[in-house]
C-alpha cells in the first residue's frame, strides 16, 4: 500500500518539464517509457489490490496499458461486449478525458482475461503468499507496530489465544500489546512472537522494543 501511494505521488506530483521546459519522463504528453512502466504498476496493483487495499475500478486508460492495447480499441471492444462504464466525474467540454469513465474491477478482470496482450497475475501457494504479506505489513512502519502485529496475527486465521499458545508466550501480555498499552518489553516473547510469524527477530524485536519506549515516553500508543 505505501509503495502504491509513492507511486501516485510520483504520477500526480513530478514536474512534467524541467527550468528550460524540456518535458520530464513523467510528462503526459508524451509516451515516455518510465511514466508508462508507473502507469501500468499502478493499474495492475488498483486491479488486484493487496493486503490493505481493495480492487478499483479502472480507466480505458488503464485497462489499455494492461492489455497492449490503443485506447480507442478498448473502446470499441468494451461497447461490442456490452461492458458499461461508470461516469466518476464530468467532463470537461472540448477535452476528451478517458479517466471520466470506469469499468468496474470485476467486469475489469474478465474483459482482460479474454485479452491476447494481457498477462495474468502470477499465483503463489497460500502459505507463500500469506508470508508475503506478514512480511510487507510488519515492515510498513508508517504503521503503529500493535496494529501491524494484530494484522499479521490475523492473516495466519488464529485467535489471539490460540496464537499465543502456539507462540508459548502469555496470552494476556499479547492482548495488551495487541491494544496498544504499556507491556514489559519481554525480548524472549518478541522473538518467540518471530519465530511463531517466521519474521527476522532482529529487526521484529527491535520494533516492539521501541514500540515500549515510545509508550513509556508519551504514556499513549504509537501515532501513525
Avoid at 521546459?21 to 508508462?36: V, Y
Avoid at 461486449?81 to 467532463?91: A, I, T, Y
Avoid at 467486469?107 to 482475461?113: T, V
Wanted: proline content about 6%; overall charge neutral; glycine content about 8%.
Amino acid at each position: 500500500m505505501e509503495v502504491w501511494h509513492e507511486v501516485d505521488g510520483l504520477l500526480q506530483g513530478y514536474p512534467e518539464a524541467d527550468a528550460n521546459g524540456e518535458p520530464s519522463p513523467f510528462s503526459n504528453l508524451h509516451d515516455f517509457p518510465l511514466r508508462r512502466m508507473f502507469e501500468t504498476f499502478f493499474a495492475r496493483y488498483s486491479l488486484f489490490g493487496g493486503e490493505v487495499l481493495v480492487s478499483m475500478n479502472l480507466s480505458m486508460q488503464e485497462l489499455s496499458l494492461l492489455a497492449n492495447m490503443t485506447v480507442p480499441a478498448v473502446r470499441t471492444s468494451l461497447s461490442k461486449e456490452g461492458f458499461k462504464l461508470g461516469r466518476v466525474h464530468e467532463k470537461i467540454a472540448g477535452r476528451p478525458d478517458d479517466k471520466a469513465f470506469r469499468l468496474k474491477a470485476g467486469d475489469a478482470l474478465l474483459w482482460l482475461s479474454r485479452r491476447r496482450g494481457f498477462i495474468p497475475q502470477r499465483s503463489l501457494p497460500e502459505g507463500i503468499a500469506v508470508q508475503e504479506k506478514i512480511l510487507h505489513l510488519l515492515s510498513n512502519e508508517t504503521m503503529p507496530f500493535h496494529m501491524r502485529l494484530g494484522q499479521a496475527v490475523t492473516l495466519v486465521k488464529q485467535d489471539t489465544a490460540a496464537f499465543a499458545a502456539a507462540s508459548g508466550i502469555d496470552a494476556n501480555w499479547l492482548s495488551a500489546l495487541l491494544a496498544g498499552k504499556a507491556v514489559s518489553p519481554a525480548i524472549e516473547s518478541l522473538r518467540a512472537l518471530a519465530d511463531a510469524l517466521d519474521v527476522p527477530a532482529p529487526a521484529f524485536v527491535g520494533a516492539g522494543v521501541r514500540h515500549h519506549l515510545s509508550i513509556e515516553t508519551t504514556g499513549a500508543s504509537e501515532k501513525p
